[in-house]
């Protein structure tokens, strides 16, 4: 059974997982027992329908043999927890590759990308861009005979130029050869959302409804969470994103931005009768996970980082330190588990310099708030950092404590 193919088209969201394989475009490198790891927990996310809401891209297996037994070994351990898929060139070679590498395992996929434009069909096959369609019809046909129990699908290469039309019809050709899915992508991100809407809405019009389009959409102009939307806006329902939106040059829409928007605002994003899960995503799991590939890959979580970042859940200033909910869109620790943390900078006001004392085991009264307040905006003017670490604060506290003790004073 194509559990992703039933997904999308019951109108359920399919996430197509790419921080594995394209991510390794971003100069990363994950192991394959972190391949194993990651391709759990982000299944984990859906509990036991995993495989129906995540297609885990776990790597290229042309690229040599070590990368082969990492796709492979993903495919033999992950699965159950998602639907694995090996991706290849538009070669039988590279086909034959893909389908062994993954045969055996549960739900398998191959993903075989195939240039679409006039553009990259010279520049990838040298050929029409016609001819590279067709040979991607044939590569479906000769995939679906090497092992019918993988499903296999089309990635059209540079969509984004491509004709509509042209993409139309083979689409509909590949679908009708045993295509599960046909994504749309592009490829140098350099599509604005009215166009990539028009993309999917013409090729769609000129496909047929058997067709099941997806979305592969990168992010060069900071576009690649919009275009991502609208591609959702026009009907699709399988969209490839990846953790902290690593992927080749700027990367493509991020993961956890993604699942986070669907989960709180499918309504207005996907329409009012829209029913986008199996099993709605538990948010609480995204900080983790996110936190996880930025330590295997050395992609580092940034202070404004969305949804995951070192900034969420901190407060540094008054306002926000007293009336929260009117400086966030949602509560982290409910949503996410993120509990709020006071930080002390060269904004803090007497609250804030308060709030960390108490933490820190001191009781201040208005003249050493004062005093302190003082002493952290000098201190982070003087070196220069704006955040001033809990240990640095201490040691100050406690020495103008042994002070006041020594001067026989008692508040």
């Not at 900034?311 to 869109?329: A, D, E, K, N, R």
């Not at 009781?363 to 708030?369: E, F, Q, Y």
Request: charged share 20%; with cysteine.
């Amino acid at each position: 059974m194509n559990v992703v193919r039933e997904s999308a088209s019951a109108g359920r969201v399919v996430l197509f997982e790419e921080s594995a394989r394209d991510g390794a475009q971003a100069k990363t490198l994950m192991s394959p027992e972190f391949r194993v790891r990651l391709a759990r927990a982000t299944g984990r996310i859906f509990g036991s329908d995993g495989p129906r809401h995540v297609v885990f891209a776990a790597g290229f297996p042309a690229v040599c043999g070590q990368e082969f037994e990492a796709v492979r070994r993903v495919a033999m351990e992950a699965e159950g927890a998602v639907s694995v898929a090996a991706v290849c060139r538009g070669a039988r070679r590279d086909v034959e590759q893909a389908v062994a590498s993954v045969r055996g395992s549960r739900h398998a996929r191959v993903m075989i990308v195939v240039p679409a434009s006039e553009a990259m069909a010279q520049v990838m096959i040298h050929r029409t861009a016609a001819e590279a369609l067709q040979a991607g019809v044939d590569l479906v046909k000769e995939a679906r005979g090497l092992d019918d129990a993988v499903e296999v699908d089309v990635c059209l290469a540079d969509a984004s130029r491509a004709d509509h039309a042209l993409m139309g019809h083979y689409t509909r050709a590949m679908t009708g050869a045993g295509a599960g899915l046909v994504v749309l992508a592009d490829t140098v991100g350099a599509q604005l959302p009215s166009a990539c809407g028009e993309m999917f809405t013409q090729v769609r019009a000129n496909a047929g409804g058997e067709v099941l389009l997806a979305s592969h959409l990168h992010n060069d102009l900071g576009l690649g969470l919009a275009n991502t939307l609208q591609a959702l806006a026009s009907g699709v329902r399988v969209v490839s994103a990846s953790w902290l939106g690593i992927a080749e040059r700027a990367g493509m829409v991020a993961t956890e931005q993604l699942l986070f928007l669907l989960a709180r605002h499918a309504d207005e994003l996907l329409g009012a009768d829209a029913a986008p899960w199996w099993t709605a995503p538990d948010l609480t799991l995204l900080p983790g996970i996110a936190q996880m590939v930025a330590d295997e890959t050395g992609v580092r979580l940034g202070v404004t980082t969305p949804i995951v970042g070192t900034g969420v859940g901190t407060i540094s200033t008054g306002t926000p330190f007293v009336h929260p909910q009117l400086f966030q869109p949602f509560d982290p620790q409910e949503v996410l588990g993120i509990p709020p943390h006071v930080v002390l900078t060269q904004l803090a006001s007497a609250r804030v310099v308060t709030a960390v004392a108490t933490r820190l085991g001191h009781t201040l009264d208005p003249d050493r708030t004062r005093a302190a307040m003082r002493w952290v905006k000098n201190r982070a003017y003087r070196t220069g950092h704006a955040v001033v670490d809990d240990a640095a604060f201490a040691g100050y506290l406690d020495g103008l404590t042994h002070h006041a003790s020594g001067s026989g004073s008692t508040r």
